[in-house]
């Protein structure tokens, strides 16, 4: 061992499960530099880790570029297939050096994109390169143990919710203003519920912070004064004004009907009708700028019932169940449209014909 050449850093050295673990603190540039095994030309079952999905890389690699003093990443997770020394510091028992042939492999078990993003990033910004990310080393024994780590450190991995995502993002601007409008609605703050992005039969709530952001998104797209409280009053005006033209909405909030009986029987209360709301909103505002609340009593002639199946099978519902793909929002947001006096644009009138021709109108 000692005459063989090794690559010697300083690490912390731990104890799992019975085995040791270290911990060290790579430079950016030493990530770069560190062959990594490369098992992507493996079959599946004689690797340790899914293949690097490529398509990821430049989402991660924008998330350092835009964010060079707060982004923020986790520790790697490295095995290393082959034996190790590792030398303590004098009077120390866990701090220490360790020692690692040059021939090992280092093979990742979790981080293999973060890795990637981080050596592309530092091909754009290579002042980067003296940034530090915690690695964490576990002594590869072979393939099925390399193979268990996996599993076992993705097996209560659980994305968050698309809503406690939006909730926790404060750099995304979008999100900041629907965050803003329900804080400053007493109505709205009631009955969105800001974590979940589906809601459970027994919520109090009508609609999800992430179907609330897409709306809000949509009703001021191009008209956005670039002033955050500007925006978020003319959005919180809007929707409180549109809420007086569904009663059942203000019942929910009051507690007189369950939400999820008002849920199962309207389509108003959906993430789709929200979202083509806040599109139809955007016309409104657009067109009558001064007046555009004396408009809005048009939303009442529409008949929102999921039982109105001549309305809405194919275009809020496919089978008899609400839907939110992008044609049935253009479809939704037609009707709203055309039922407060607003013409389609184009796209949305070319939708309305294929679904015409499709029924046979």
Known sequence: METQPTITFPVIRGLQARREYFVAMWSLRMLRQI????????????????????????????????????????????????????????????????????????????????????IEALRQRSDLDHETIAVVFFLDIGLERCQQMFADLN?????????????????????????????????????????????????????????????????????????????????????ESLAIHFPSWAQVREGRIPASEIREGYIHSHGIALQALGIAGNSLLKQYPQDWQEHLEGIEKIDWSRSNVDLWEGRAMIGGKVSKVSTNIILTTNVIKQALSLPLNEEQQRVESALNRKVGR
């Open 35 to 118: 062959s990594i095994f490369d098992e992507d030309e493996l079959p599946p079952e004689l690797r340790a880790q899914r293949t690097l999905n490529r398509a990821r890389i430049p989402e991660i690699t924008d998330y350092i570029l835009e964010n060079p003093d707060n982004y923020v990443f986790s520790a790697l997770t490295v095995s290393i297939d082959s034996e190790v020394t590792f030398e303590p510091l004098p009077g120390q028992e866990k701090l220490g050096l360790l020692r690692v042939p040059m021939d090992a492999h280092f093979i990742i078990n979790d981080g293999q994109h973060r890795r990637a993003a981080i």
């Open 155 to 239: 097996r209560y991995a659980i994305r968050p919710s698309r809503s406690l995502g939006l909730l926790y993002d404060h750099r995304n601007d979008k999100a900041r203003l629907a965050k803003l409008v329900i804080m400053k609605s007493d109505f709205f703050r009631d009955i969105v519920d800001m974590e979940k992005s589906s809601l459970a039969k027994r919520s109090r709530k009508l609609f999800t912070l992430s179907a609330f952001y897409n709306a809000c998104a949509d009703l001021i797209n191009g008209i956005a004064t670039g002033d955050i409280n500007k925006d978020a009053d003319i959005a919180r005006n809007y929707w």
